[in-house]
């Protein structure tokens, strides 16, 4: 009976030791799976930080993209503007030089050649203007170049 007794307090004290260390291991397993979840959770937290910080960057590119779209339309409006301008004066000289070859050359009446002195001047006063239009898109146009 001693025999017995002593087996079963060993097999006894062998399952008590069995059944510390199954919960010490249990006990290991859910710590490992609550700092994985832990773990898995921050992981999620930082990537949608990181994608919001992107979305941000994304949209404050895409704004500057278009202010630079916006500019750039402006420069090319400007540079045609003030190259339609310049036409448009070369265009009101040479008609005065046809003019005035014109009525050097030819031989007509001092009523025509009135005509033609009044049609130089007003060719001249509407140069004049498109000068002082032409200074102002030189400066938009210089305004639009800083621009950028």
Same mark, same amino acid.
């Given at each position: 009976?001693?025999?017995?007794?002593?087996?079963?307090?060993?097999?006894?004290?062998?399952?008590?030791? +069995?059944?510390?260390?199954?919960? @010490?291991?249990?006990?290991? +397993?859910?710590?490992?799976?609550?700092?994985? +979840?832990?773990?898995?959770?921050?992981? #999620?937290?930082?990537?949608?930080?990181?994608?919001?910080?992107?979305?941000?960057?994304?949209?404050?590119?895409?704004k500057q993209l278009k202010d630079l779209e916006t500019k750039k339309k402006n420069l090319?409006?400007?540079?045609?503007?003030?190259?339609?301008?310049?036409?448009?004066?070369?265009?009101?000289?040479?008609a005065n030089q046809k003019i005035e070859n014109k009525i050097t050359t030819t031989s007509i009446s001092d009523e025509e050649?009135? #005509? +033609?002195?009044?049609?130089? #001047?007003?060719?001249?006063?509407?140069?004049? #203007?498109?000068?002082?239009?032409?200074?102002? @898109?030189?400066?938009?146009?210089?305004?639009?170049?800083?621009?950028?």
């Open positions: 009976m001693k025999v017995t007794l002593k087996t079963l307090a060993v097999i006894l004290s062998l399952m008590s030791s +069995q059944f510390f260390f199954a919960q @010490q291991i249990n006990t290991d +397993q859910k710590t490992h799976e609550i700092e994985l +979840q832990n773990y898995e959770n921050e992981i #999620k937290r930082i990537s949608a930080d990181n994608h919001k910080i992107l979305d941000n960057k994304i949209s404050d590119l895409k090319v409006k400007s540079e045609d503007n003030l190259n339609s301008t310049k036409e448009k004066i070369s265009k009101l000289e040479l050649i009135q #005509k +033609q002195r009044i049609k130089t #001047k007003q060719n001249e006063l509407n140069i004049q #203007k498109l000068k002082l239009t032409q200074i102002t @898109q030189q400066k938009e146009l210089e305004k639009a170049i800083s621009a950028l």
